[in-house]
């Protein structure tokens, strides 16, 4: 059983950044793609970026376009994703997922994503 770990979530004033980390402890790292998604409190599940793991293709829902980076660090195992001048309506938990790299997971909230991790949670207050 592949177990994803999310961290680096943290409470943040508006306009501020954090990084988050996907990591795989002891586990394999050769997946098609990890994305990253969120789920505010009484919101549906929301796609924001995802990378391929063998390439250089990296996928951002519009919404996040701009501030939001992923990266994959291989050699530490973790894909990261910075997040920049965040907004109270980023407030929500972040989860990353392995998967397909294409707009279909990004849209539909993570449909055909394989495994996910249990998320971390971010705070943007005003």
């Known amino acids: 059983q592949v177990q994803l770990v999310e961290s680096g979530g943290a409470q943040v004033h508006s306009g501020g950044s954090l990084r988050l980390s996907c990591s795989v402890p002891g586990g394999p790292w050769n997946f098609e793609g990890i994305g990253w998604f969120r789920q505010a409190s009484g919101k549906a599940r929301e796609g924001l970026a995802c990378?391929?793991?063998?390439?250089?293709?990296?996928r951002f829902a519009e919404s996040v376009k701009g501030r939001f980076t992923i990266s994959n660090d291989s050699s530490k195992k973790t894909v990261l994703l910075q997040m920049m001048n965040l907004k109270p309506e980023d407030t929500a938990i972040y989860y990353c997922?392995?998967?397909?790299?294409?707009?279909?997971?990004?849209?539909?909230?993570?449909?055909?994503?394989?495994?996910w991790g249990k998320g971390t949670p971010v705070t943007v207050s005003v």
């Open positions: 990378i391929e793991m063998d390439g250089d293709t990296k």
């Open positions: 997922a392995t998967g397909p790299c294409s707009y279909f997971p990004l849209l539909s909230g993570g449909s055909g994503m394989d495994h």
